[in-house]
């Protein structure tokens, strides 16, 4: 049996915000895993049915771009983009040959309203036949294949035609900060999920004022009145809060109108879980996608320890919540559990991905990863993985629109 999932990963803006997500094949074989295909038209047919058939696009990319690899008979019609072009960019596979049909048919998508980004490119030299033809809005910059001395000029070669620059498979902090300064408009790749340790800095005083609320916030012995003084002191917080369990996502029948009753309605975890959360998303210079990581991770994690029987899942919630802090605060994870009281199975999953937990996370991040070779160690059937999957990105959106709702005044 084969599960069809849908790999997402982030685009970033210059502001570190996430405007777009690629949407990737991937699969899940009873006894075995893998995430490629030597059939690009399944392939690319799976992911448009995935995204707009089950999981639905604003589930999966929000408000932004879907960014998705066509096969040259769906760019040359042979099978029909029928698809929003204000919401898809149509990626052009690097190994795809740029003949007079390809580009007649390239022109017919622009015309339709559709914008066009071409994949992977290491050379300008393929690609000069469309530079001056006023079709492509984004070229993406395969760092991995790329001579970092040649980046200059490809970037002052592909700007003089008015294209935007994306820089993929951004892996270090070093490759994002060169391209930054070089005018990159665009970054994709696993660095914003990675601390930037300084060991020389002091920890700045506002992650020092979050890591301090979250050691009381998660401290045991805390009880509602304690809670609702720490929350009241803080007005943004507050009103997150309030939003928060005001949303849809309680459903509740009456109008929560005080934090010492969004305490007594939800309770003591889910409301240190929610804390936490809210009181993450306070770090300005860190982007916004780390609090939708943090999301998606928890509740995955809390579905898997249920699917492998744990009735109270809480840890696994929390161990995937906790999972980015060390991206948040710039410091080392060891740091992060040593700074905060949690149990020793939480810290274990998180230091050393150990126990259940441990497996749990490590199941999250393989999906993330589109490490499929490890996905199924868990010992989950792929159709509730994929379940697991698509939920867990639907309630990750749903919450994280609540959390960075404008605050008024």
Not at 145 to 172: H, Q, S
Not at 363 to 389: F, H, M, S
Request: net charge negative; proline share 3%; aromatic share 8%.
């Amino acid at each position: 049996m084969t599960d069809l999932l849908v790999g997402r990963q982030p685009i970033f803006n210059r502001n570190n915000e996430a405007i777009a997500y690629e949407l990737l094949y991937r699969s899940v074989q009873s006894g075995n895993a893998s995430g490629v295909t030597t059939n690009g038209d399944y392939a690319t047919t799976q992911v448009l049915l995935n995204t707009f058939s089950e999981i639905g696009l604003d589930n999966i990319v929000g408000t932004g771009f879907a960014f998705i690899n066509f096969t040259r008979n769906f760019l040359i019609g042979k099978y029909p983009i029928q698809l929003p072009p204000d919401r898809v960019v149509v990626e052009v596979l690097e190994d795809i040959t740029l003949d007079d049909q390809l580009i007649d048919s390239l022109k017919r998508l622009k015309n339709s309203g559709f914008q066009i980004a071409l994949d992977d490119v290491v050379s300008p030299e393929r690609v000069a036949p469309l530079l001056q033809s006023g079709l492509i809005n984004v070229i993406k910059i395969d760092l991995m294949g790329t001579k970092r001395i040649l980046l200059p000029d490809m970037v002052n070669t592909y700007k003089k035609y008015g294209i935007l620059m994306l820089a993929e498979k951004v892996e270090t902090l070093e490759d994002y900060d060169l391209c930054y300064r070089l005018g990159f408009d665009f970054f994709q790749g696993y660095y914003l999920c990675k601390p930037n340790i300084v060991k020389t800095r002091k920890m700045e005083s506002s992650r020092l004022i979050v890591m301090r609320l979250l050691a009381q916030v998660t401290d045991p012995k805390a009880d509602f009145q304690s809670l609702e003084t720490l929350i009241s002191q803080d007005v943004g917080l507050s009103y997150k809060l309030l939003k928060l369990v005001n949303s849809g996502y309680y459903s509740l029948a009456t109008t929560v109108k005080s934090i010492r009753q969004a305490i007594s309605l939800i309770g003591l975890s889910q409301l240190r879980g929610w804390m936490m959360l809210l009181m993450m998303s306070t770090v300005d210079d860190k982007p916004h996608e780390l609090t939708a990581i943090a999301l998606q991770r928890a509740k995955m994690c809390e579905m898997i320890g249920k699917a492998l029987g744990e009735s109270q899942a809480e840890s696994f919630f929390l161990a995937g919540l906790f999972s980015v802090l060390d991206a948040i605060m710039d410091i080392p994870m060891s740091q992060v559990v040593s700074s905060i009281p949690l149990a020793d199975d939480v810290i274990a999953a998180l230091i050393n991905r150990e126990g259940k937990i441990g497996l749990a996370l490590s199941t999250v991040i393989a999906v993330e990863q589109g490490a499929w070779d490890q996905v199924l160690r868990c010992g989950l059937q792929p159709e509730v993985i994929k379940n697991i999957y698509f939920e867990s990105i639907k309630w990750a959106t749903i919450l994280t629109g609540e959390v960075y709702e404008t605050h008024p005044g």
